[in-house]
């Protein structure tokens, strides 16, 4: 069983300032798999007193120091994949799969992607006789999810480094193990003493006294749009720069046209991925009401055919995160029901066969309106809705009627009319076909958040604009 009762702080491995320990559990077993320490606001307060010292050096490192520095993180993180994918695969439930495929892969995708953002971004600029130059924004405080773990700490802590700043990060409480290896990844791979701290916690101990601190010069928080409401409404006083990637409720439009069946196929396998809990998973089909039986029968073969907690099945998909995550999930099935949604396939309680541990039963609601609860809450399981449309103009108005804005998809053959829709789509990143690239920029409209993360977009976040007017006037 793991035991993590330290925080790194200022470059050394340090007990809390008072112990208080949580049990972390395996949700694919309910079984504790480990303990941890919580911290507190004074163990904040120590973390974020050695990024400010650090800062005064780092922020002003060469961008050759900075790349040397990603390219020996880039090493030990190739080094330690196998145990971050046991980490991921204890903490979350993943199946080995997927914890050591796409969980592990992303954090390393990341680097590779901020190290060639890194090569040319422009940290000055000249403009007439004026010098605009990006300058490190300062001490960060970083906080991050559960569900993608190494993703969410990679699309901040990189950028960050990149950039100058130096950081405080408060993983997720629930997934505790993957960022403390990526803590010693940071640790062995030589990032300067107070550059780089970590300070486990929950939100009330750690994360309100990240989002107050004076000394905190910027927050960068994914989350729940609940929560991240929070962070700002704490961060507000100090005027500190909050970004937020939040919550979705991301729409699906399938096109009328020879690729339906592929379309629907696809749309409801991604929906499963990694049980459903991404803030940007398509969980709301739209297809035309012509084609809606049609549709119907295909989601419920792809759905019954997902396998729950095979560890054998490369895609079979894990349990959700935690017996809180399980509830609310089930309240929301059980929800859909009461609301006259039909269960196309899934439905409430747990697989056949799984007597314990946090499963999810894939599940497809069909006939739904857009007015349901399903609808409109983000569920974050394995959970599709399937609402119908009689025209496209209609498609996009259900699509947009929604307080979320993180993610849309447009699916079919017909290239163009998927372009024109996309455009009319209003989300931060719209994907024709499923697509994926590390280069497109990422983050919300509307309640999604604000700001954007993934390669050179997310330097942006983490800088100041610092214009020198007359830098370039001829002497005298």
């Not at 990679?154 to 997720?172: D, E, H, I, Q, R």
């Not at 089930?330 to 009461?338: C, N, R, V, W």
């Not at 009319?417 to 990143?429: M, Q, T």
């Amino acid at each position: 069983m793991r035991e993590y009762l330290k925080f790194y702080i200022d470059g050394q491995w340090v007990d809390p300032v008072e112990l208080t320990t949580l049990d972390v559990e395996n949700p694919a077993t309910e079984q504790v798999a480990g303990k941890i320490a919580l911290g507190s606001a004074a163990d904040v307060d120590r973390a974020v007193a050695a990024a400010r010292r650090a800062f005064a050096g780092w922020s002003q490192s060469s961008r050759t120091e900075r790349l040397d520095l990603l390219q020996s993180i880039l090493a030990e993180y190739q080094r330690r994949s196998s145990d971050l994918a046991d980490a991921v695969h204890e903490e979350i439930g993943a199946p080995p799969a997927l914890a050591g495929g796409t969980q592990v892969q992303l954090g390393l995708g990341h680097m590779l992607t901020a190290i060639d953002a890194l090569k040319n971004f422009a940290f000055e600029e000249q403009r007439g006789d004026t010098l605009v130059v990006r300058e490190p924004i300062g001490v960060c405080g970083l906080i991050t999810p559960w569900n993608w773990p190494l993703n969410q700490i990679a699309v901040k802590v990189y950028p960050a480094l990149a950039t100058g700043c130096t950081m405080v990060l408060k993983p997720s409480e629930v997934a505790p193990f993957s960022a403390y290896i990526f803590t010693e990844i940071m640790a062995a791979a030589g990032v300067p003493a107070g550059v780089y701290n970590m300070v486990n916690g929950d939100g009330p101990g750690v994360g309100v006294a990240l989002a107050q601190h004076r000394d905190v010069d910027m927050v960068s928080f994914t989350g729940s749009t609940r929560a991240g409401v929070a962070v700002a409404e704490n961060a507000a006083p100090t005027v500190k720069r909050v970004t937020q990637e939040l919550g979705g409720k991301s729409p699906n439009i399938v096109l009328d046209d020879d690729a339906f069946a592929a379309s629907v196929t696809a749309g409801v396998s991604v929906m499963m991925v990694n049980s459903g809990q991404s803030c940007n998973a398509p969980s709301r089909m739209l297809v035309p009401n012509s084609r809606m039986d049609e549709a119907i029968a295909i989601a419920k073969a792809v759905a019954e055919q997902v396998k729950v907690g095979d560890p054998a099945d490369a895609k079979a998909i894990g349990p959700v995160a935690s017996a809180a995550q399980f509830a609310k999930v089930q309240g929301l099935i059980e929800q859909g029901i009461a609301e006259g949604a039909t269960v196309a396939a899934g439905g409430a309680g747990r697989p056949d066969g799984l007597d314990s541990g946090y499963f999810v039963r894939p599940t497809v609601f069909a006939h739904v309106n857009n007015q349901m609860t399903i609808a409109r809450e983000e569920i974050f399981g394995p959970v599709l809705c399937i609402l119908g449309y009689d025209d496209l103009d209609e498609a996009v108005e259900i699509a947009n009627d929604t307080d979320y804005g993180l993610a849309g998809y447009v699916s079919g053959a017909d290239l163009d009319a998927a372009r024109g829709i996309a455009r009319r789509i209003r989300a931060g990143s719209v994907a024709i076909n499923h697509a994926f690239d590390m280069n497109a920029p990422f983050g919300g409209y509307k309640r999604s958040g604000n700001g954007r993360e993934w390669s050179d977009a997310g330097f942006h976040e983490y800088v100041e604009i610092k214009s020198t007017l007359g830098y370039g006037a001829a002497a005298g």
